[in-house]
């Protein structure tokens, strides 16, 4: 089992950045690829970034592809997710996710999110 708890969510301005935060719990994070969701306002969620449980590869959404990076410590049983040139757009909740059965898709464990405003 893997608790997952994310901070780091604010309000910005546009071109702004902000660091996000998963903390885990539990022992086996550091066997677990992890990934980021978003999910806006009447959408439906969507999937940010994914990183493998060494760190060594990631994958990102064409839509924030170069202004977003993720990463992790394991251990620090965190994953991080910097994110700059904010643009509205990128308003969301935020998810942090471990375990997937799909990168893109599908995980066994989610947090219960963080709120991420960026004003005009």
């Known amino acids: 089992q893997v608790q997952l708890v994310e901070s780091g969510g604010g309000l910005v301005q546009a071109g702004g950045s902000l660091r996000l935060s998963c903390a885990a719990s539990?022992?086996?994070?550091?066997?677990?690829?992890m990934g980021w969701f978003r999910q806006a306002p009447g959408k439906e969620r969507e999937f940010v970034a994914a990183?493998?449980?060494?760190?060594?590869?990631?994958n990102y959404a064409d839509s924030v592809k170069g202004r977003f990076t993720i990463s992790r410590v394991n251990a620090k049983n965190t994953m991080y997710l910097e994110m700059n040139s904010l643009k509205p757009e990128d308003t969301a909740v935020y998810y942090c996710?471990?375990?997937?059965?799909?990168?893109?898709?599908?995980?066994?464990?989610w947090g219960q999110g963080t709120q991420v405003t960026v004003s005009s």
């Open positions: 539990g022992r086996t994070f550091n066997t677990y690829d």
């Open positions: 990183i493998t449980w060494r760190g060594d590869v990631a």
């Open positions: 996710a471990a375990d997937p059965t799909d990168w893109t898709t599908s995980y066994n464990y």
